[in-house]
């Protein structure tokens, strides 16, 4: 059952909103985001690149069908989440259902909140807050268990390297049952979808961690695949950059995906700049410039691409139909690529995992 207790959120412009508490009973703090999906918070709030975020759901009725067990399927990969813990600093909802019901149904999301010390908050007009923050841009915030008179001060989990928190610190191999290539996969916040989708591809993959030094590896491999993460890119770009330019230079396929997609452009001389709100939903719509196709995309990122300063060689690939920004970048030569979506969506339509197909082409 919930707590009940009462809860606040606090922004950083003064607002202080009372709710009552359905996860852990406790203090936390991060930037308040949110997410338009109306399912999926099982995926949403494992996703790494959540690390350092209080995420609001704006569909009104969450915790539904509970959440699912923790099967591993083979090689160690969880089968129903996208990292092995809960990313998310708080959870913000409108109605939460504390009686799920589904087949897979192991614990309900309270509990499950719970087990990892994360706080979660209902009854509270997420529709109204999210309104908020679509006119002021996302903001600061804090979940604390007691009404305070003092907000104090907010910390910036963008001012800090997120990514080095959520990559792995050690070498880990995949091997699928048959092996057709072999990636070098840095993990800046890997989603565990990622990895399904290559293994299913007979696709081997040495994860490294995201300083690992591409020039020394003692690994064979066919191409090289950069993860989505959390944060601001820029506090990592001058460690990856050199890795990048020494795969586009020595003609090494390169994919990225979201944070992956911001390095790349770092890397070749491109600007990044943090959006007012960010792309967090299952319905963004994305333009392939080279053939005028739409697709319907899943994203989650706070920072877009500048593609103003493109060098020679290099063209805009995809654009979002909403804002017109930029949602990839190719080369001419067709062997480096990136997009700020997430083709493996998870939650999300499945209209871009055929990128994962384009990169297997080139290896």
Same mark, same amino acid.
């Given at each position: 059952m919930p707590d009940n207790k009462d809860i606040y959120l606090l922004l950083e412009d003064g607002t202080y909103i009372k709710g009552k508490s359905f996860g852990f009973f406790g203090d936390s703090e991060g930037e308040v985001v949110f997410n338009t999906g109306m399912t999926g918070y099982t995926e949403y709030l494992t996703d790494p690149s959540y690390r350092g975020q209080i995420l609001i759901s704006t569909y009104p009725l969450i915790g539904n069908y509970g959440i699912p067990d923790d099967t591993k399927e083979e090689l160690c990969i969880k089968k129903y989440i996208e990292s092995d813990e809960i990313q998310v600093k708080g959870f913000v909802v409108s109605e939460?259902?504390?009686t799920p019901s589904h087949w897979n149904k192991q614990q309900s999301l309270g509990?499950?909140?719970?087990?990892?010390? #994360? %706080?979660?908050?209902?009854?509270?007009?997420t529709r109204s807050l999210t309104q908020k923050l679509r006119e002021k841009g996302v903001m600061?915030?804090?979940?604390?268990?007691?009404?305070?008179?003092e907000i104090g001060q907010f910390s910036d989990p963008n001012l800090t390297n997120l990514v080095n928190e959520v990559s792995t610190t050690e070498i880990k191999i995949y091997t699928p049952k048959k092996i057709k290539r072999t990636i070098i996969l840095y993990d800046f916040g890997i989603k565990l979808n990622i990895i399904r989708n290559f293994l299913k591809r007979d696709t081997k993959i040495i994860r490294v961690p995201w300083d690992y030094d591409l020039t020394k590896t003692e690994y064979k491999y066919d191409g090289v695949f950069l993860s989505p993460g959390p944060g601001d890119p820029k506090m990592i770009a001058e460690t990856v950059s050199?890795?990048?330019?020494?795969?586009?230079?020595?003609? #090494? %396929?390169l994919f990225g995906i979201c944070l992956g997609n911001q390095l790349i452009s770092?890397?070749?001389g491109c600007n990044t700049y943090k959006l007012k709100y960010g792309h967090r939903s299952v319905n963004q719509p994305c333009i392939n410039l080279l053939n005028d196709q739409c697709y319907i995309t899943s994203q989650n990122h706070g920072f877009a691409v500048d593609d103003t300063n493109l060098p020679q060689n290099w063209r805009v690939w995809m654009k979002n139909a909403n804002d017109n920004t930029c949602e990839g970048i190719i080369h001419t030569s067709g062997r480096f690529f990136s997009v700020q979506f997430h083709p493996e969506?998870?939650?999300?339509?499945?209209d871009t995992e055929f990128l994962f197909d384009e990169f297997i082409k080139i290896l």
């Amino acid at each position: 059952m919930p707590d009940n207790k009462d809860i606040y959120l606090l922004l950083e412009d003064g607002t202080y909103i009372k709710g009552k508490s359905f996860g852990f009973f406790g203090d936390s703090e991060g930037e308040v985001v949110f997410n338009t999906g109306m399912t999926g918070y099982t995926e949403y709030l494992t996703d790494p690149s959540y690390r350092g975020q209080i995420l609001i759901s704006t569909y009104p009725l969450i915790g539904n069908y509970g959440i699912p067990d923790d099967t591993k399927e083979e090689l160690c990969i969880k089968k129903y989440i996208e990292s092995d813990e809960i990313q998310v600093k708080g959870f913000v909802v409108s109605e939460y259902c504390d009686t799920p019901s589904h087949w897979n149904k192991q614990q309900s999301l309270g509990d499950w909140l719970k087990r990892y010390k #994360i %706080p979660g908050i209902y009854g509270i007009d997420t529709r109204s807050l999210t309104q908020k923050l679509r006119e002021k841009g996302v903001m600061l915030g804090k979940i604390v268990t007691k009404k305070k008179q003092e907000i104090g001060q907010f910390s910036d989990p963008n001012l800090t390297n997120l990514v080095n928190e959520v990559s792995t610190t050690e070498i880990k191999i995949y091997t699928p049952k048959k092996i057709k290539r072999t990636i070098i996969l840095y993990d800046f916040g890997i989603k565990l979808n990622i990895i399904r989708n290559f293994l299913k591809r007979d696709t081997k993959i040495i994860r490294v961690p995201w300083d690992y030094d591409l020039t020394k590896t003692e690994y064979k491999y066919d191409g090289v695949f950069l993860s989505p993460g959390p944060g601001d890119p820029k506090m990592i770009a001058e460690t990856v950059s050199s890795n990048i330019l020494y795969c586009i230079n020595h003609n #090494i %396929p390169l994919f990225g995906i979201c944070l992956g997609n911001q390095l790349i452009s770092l890397s070749i001389g491109c600007n990044t700049y943090k959006l007012k709100y960010g792309h967090r939903s299952v319905n963004q719509p994305c333009i392939n410039l080279l053939n005028d196709q739409c697709y319907i995309t899943s994203q989650n990122h706070g920072f877009a691409v500048d593609d103003t300063n493109l060098p020679q060689n290099w063209r805009v690939w995809m654009k979002n139909a909403n804002d017109n920004t930029c949602e990839g970048i190719i080369h001419t030569s067709g062997r480096f690529f990136s997009v700020q979506f997430h083709p493996e969506a998870n939650p999300g339509p499945k209209d871009t995992e055929f990128l994962f197909d384009e990169f297997i082409k080139i290896l």
